[in-house]
């Protein structure tokens, strides 16, 4: 090979070099931006999606629309309550602290007198199969039958599905939709934590109230309180 051939063949591979060389550091810097950009999106996709399906309902905002089994079989639609004020009280007929709602007849005594007015009672069992409260809709039956309770019917919840639409912690708890589908009301039953009968009398009974103050066109005055009881037993 001639040295004006072979200078021509290096200098060839030089430039190709060359060329190569900066092709590689600017693509590589803009290939890993774009998938950085892109990981980015899908994490930020994923926490969004983390922080709805978690979020508590807010009191003054439309109440979280569910559908549920009920202990007679049928099928209960919240949507088809619009209209009526409905009472969601998730329940655990072995929690001591519902135990004493419903040995004094604290709660039965307020399904009744709610039910007589048009308002819809909803108990709610979130309890896990396996789990403490966990029944079937037979047993629901005739548990509020040997205790005088009157709830309009009783929503299945084993899956924990609506427990954890509502952000349900404990039992008893309480949440209280009027007839346009807003959340009015969401908390504990009373402002004394304890599982002795005999404080009931002394309680201030937060969801009676909130119901006189919805009868009455008023706002709820205490429209969020702290709920207290046993922990919702939840699968897992």
């Known amino acids: 090979m001639s040295s004006q051939r072979l200078l021509e063949t290096v200098t060839q591979r030089v430039r190709g070099t060359v060329c190569a060389v900066p092709f590689i550091i ?5 290939m890993f931006l774009h998938r950085l950009y892109q990981i980015t999106l ?9 922080t709805t399906v978690n ?3 807010v009191v003054d905002k439309p109440a979280p629309l569910f559908s549920g089994a009920a202990a007679d079989k049928s099928t209960i639609k ?16 072995e929690c001591p602290f519902v135990v004493k ?24 069992i979130t309890s896990a199969p396996g789990k403490q409260g966990n029944v079937d809709g037979e047993t629901a039956r005739k548990l509020n039958a040997h205790r005088g309770a009157t709830p309009t019917n009783t929503v299945l919840d ?14 008893p708890q309480f949440f209280i939709i009027d007839p346009q ?30 119901l006189a103050d919805l009868a009455a ?3 709820v005055a205490k429209s969020s309180t702290k709920p207290y009881g046993c922990s919702v037993k939840y699968a897992g």
């Open 158 to 171: 084993s899956d924990g599905s609506i427990g954890k639409l509502y952000g349900a912690t404990n039992t």
């Open 42 to 50: 899908v994490s930020l996709a994923f926490a969004f999606a983390s």
């Open 181 to 210: 589908g807003v959340l009015v009301y969401k908390g504990g039953i009373d402002s004394i934590p304890s599982a002795d009968q005999s404080d009931i009398g002394k309680a201030e009974n937060h969801v009676s109230a909130a």
């Open 217 to 219: 066109g008023r706002k």
């Open 26 to 30: 600017i693509t590589e810097p803009i």
């Open 101 to 124: 709602h419903y040995e004094s007849g604290n709660i039965p005594n307020l399904q009744k007198d709610a039910v007589a007015k048009g308002i819809v009672w909803l108990q709610v």
């Open 55 to 57: 979020a508590e309902p």
């Open 78 to 93: 919240l949507a088809d309550l619009h209209g009526k004020t409905v009472v969601l009280e998730w329940t655990n007929h």
